[in-house]
């Protein structure tokens, strides 16, 4: 099998959620192809399709979950191949993502975590009930750009608050780029905390995270 027909399998497959003909296409290659050209040119066009297809509705979350973890399959054959080079995928920016302390909804994070990592995005799932110091901790350790904030509760999304003045207490605030969201949040309670934005959805997410992005580094406004 030639690189181009490989390349053009594995986004196929990314995109079925296939594992077996992803691994099986990558497979074919691996040994004279440079890794990040596979993961780039092969997978990455994939996912970021599957990303498309569910902004536009055209496809609904477990597909977007299957070509997710078919990609996900697919970079644990890349991985050591990777290591070996000494390579490192480019990333579109860091994420630590949770849902604040005392609260334990986990879904509407975990959609957005997977639409993010169809557009690029390297994200730290910290899970639910995360106190200040772990987000900002984590945040530390993974060198992030952003810090997201999840609540489901208005009892709960003055947490939100409490992150970002914890941060400004460490004297780390203009380092991170600070996202909320959930039921309850809004761009009013975003601008009144001090965040950096917010969105209704998942792909507002995604988009409001890729522009901030954007601004931090310098690109486009």
Do not use: C
């Amino acid at each position: 099998m030639g690189k181009k027909e490989a390349f053009e399998k594995m986004s196929e497959a990314v995109q079925e959620g296939d594992t077996e003909t992803l691994t099986s296409a990558i497979n074919d290659v691996i040994n004279d192809t440079d890794p990040l050209e596979i993961i780039q040119a092969g997978m990455m066009p994939g996912l970021k399709k599957v990303g498309e297809a569910f902004g536009a509705g055209e496809i609904f979350l477990p597909e977007m979950l299957m070509a997710t973890e078919a990609f996900q399959e697919g970079m644990k054959v890349i991985e050591p191949k990777l290591l070996e080079t000494g390579q490192e995928v480019k990333s579109a920016g860091k994420v630590v993502f949770g849902t604040v302390i005392t609260d334990i909804h986990e879904i509407g994070k975990n959609i957005v975590i997977t639409l993010m990592q169809t557009h690029g995005f390297k994200v730290n799932d910290l899970g639910a009930n995360v106190s200040p110091t772990t987000f900002v901790n984590e945040a530390e350790k993974a060198n992030a750009d952003i810090i997201a904030m999840s609540s489901l509760m208005t009892t709960t999304m003055t947490y939100q608050r409490d992150v970002i003045n914890y941060l400004n207490e460490r004297g780390l605030r203009d380092k991170y780029i600070a996202l909320v969201g959930g039921g309850p949040v809004n761009a009013e309670w975003a601008e009144q905390i001090g965040a950096d934005g917010t969105s209704d959805s998942a792909v507002g997410a995604v988009q409001i995270a890729e522009k901030l992005i954007a601004q931090k580094k310098g690109g486009a406004s």
